[in-house]
């Protein structure tokens, strides 16, 4: 790894997006406009399984305006069917409540949703098994989970430690159905010419978007043109093709005209992921010392019939905490429920609620200040591969925090301090995420006048990757930030990974930096020093981290909680949160800082108020909008503080960068329960902690 001479990184740059955003200039998918566009709006399954018998149209085809009713009955057949979360309209199956079983199109959005109400579907129902459980016998063990994860670990003899343990503590933890919901709603315009398609559409990676639809129908991707500068959030809603993309697509082949596909929030919540509930065992064992000498993490959770997702929810556990003896293991029920996805911290936010939950819990019962019991326990390597850390901030993170926080004195007695009617606690977690890098590629032109253009496919969901790719290319050829021009959302650019797993600007900036090195070797080797007429352009590419198999790399944070319970309704406030991390070098002071409380604000809002209720006698969500599903408001959220620490790490990338997108909403909500039980001795283990769960 090389360094950069850093100017242009770390400077709180505002974002070089933010006044067209704020002026309304950048055009989001949805606010395209092209000649002779129609618009389409599904049906979506009124049954979690069965069959479809017959679907009646005519009331739809006969309202003005409608120009075609889209059903598995006469839908064009598509080339691929290899991947069945991109297979809409192709059978009478229905395989989860929601799903696609026809789509409408006509002149104007109006009559196209008027049109859809019209669609009688009948169907055969059968019977559907939609509730996750504990215990089961038709649990299925993935051959791996996400990320490519084993699925169990074991090590030593976690059972007869358990046994021989001074202490030890047997608790389940459970995480409710969460989903996504970015501020933009998904939406794809599909425009057929020339035998291929262009696609304005809201994701985190327009290349995988291209190849999946160049797959599904049948193209050569280079026929495909994806198109999405600006996008509105994602949480990882949008990483993945999801079938309405397919749908805009077939829509606008049948119609023969482009055709525009804008998802309600409601539509959302059937069709574009979610996050997988959890029931999640933990056993610990100590010793005299509060030394652990066993961890084991079993969880049960939830896929869909038609596609295996294995959320890596007992992940974090593996690498957290020293012990000679190791176990976790993940297994999956199949239920008729739609397709799960990633979302923000995709297993380090539901696993360690748990882990971190039960290690106050444990801190308890081995009498320790739960920071002073989580010190005893830091590993010297990775506990799972015997590798040492590229840089582990666990300690510093704790230290800087307890100090910012306020930690010290403690008493640690549950209930006994007040403030009107209102109980006072505090509570702490630890926050982990890997820190890891994709292969990407980047162009980088010089003009004659002396500008820069720096193009590869990246996304900018609002992480701030426009203005953080402009200060690393900048500090990569060594110029202001002025002098370069970022091209970003668009699949026709050099390729590169989408923004997801915290690793868009550790795989982007690497592959600029290789990119502006080679340009400006080239510049002086080849030229001289001097800009020849027709300017200069070069790519370069980059690929994974080669010291990956070395070190355990991994972001760290450390995150304190203020919780207010009220003593006669329950009701639970927090007034302040607090996180430090250890992410490496920061490229932004203020993008990274947005994520950071972005991302525990987040975790507020999965302590206290987020869950997805399912209704089991349809398996649809009964809370399916924003009415119904409570996301943290501004009257939920207090203080929120985040810090980091210096942190050079030599062996991730050029930049130093660890990722931080994900990290800040990972331990929030441990640090929440654990404020909640030390205002009140009453342990939540069953998020979200509302206020039925606190009166006695
Ligand atoms: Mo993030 S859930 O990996 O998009």
Redesign the pocket.
Known sequence: MTNLKIQAIGVPLDRIDGPKKVTGAATYAAEYHIDGMAYAFPVQSAIARGRITAIETEAARALPGVIAVVTHENAPRLASLSDARHVVLQSDAVAYYGQFVAVVVAETPEVARQAASLVTVRYEEQPHDVTLRFVRDDLIRPEVVNAGYATDTSSGDVETALAEAAVTLDATYTTPTYH?NPMEPHATIAAWDDGGVILYDAN?GAQRIRDDVARVFGLPPERVRVISPYVGG???S??FTHPHVVLATLAARVAGRPVKLALTRQQMFAVVGYRTPTIQRIRLGADGKGHLTAIAHHVVEQTAMIYEFAEQTAVATRMMYAAPNHQTSHRLARLDMPVP??????GEAPGMFALESAMDEMAIVCGLDPIEFRIRNEPATDPETGRPFSSRGVVACLREGAERFGWQPRDPTPGVRTDGEWLVGSGVALSTYPARRRPSSARVRLSPDGRYTVSLCASDMGTGAWTILTQIAADALEVPVERVRLEIGDSALPTAP??????GTTSWGEAIVVAARRLRATLHEKHGGVIPAEGIEVTGEADANPEAQQFSTHAFGAQFAEARVHRETGEVRVPRLLGVFGVGRVMNAKTARSQLIGGMTMGLSMALHEESVLDPRFGDFANHDFAGYHIATNADVGAVEAYWIDEDDPHLNAMGAKGI??VGIVGTAAAIANAVYHATGIRVRDLPITLDKLLR
């Open positions: 996504n985190q994602a949480f990882g949008k990483a996805t990633i979302m923000r911290a995709p989408i923004a997801g797993g915290s690793m997108g994900e």
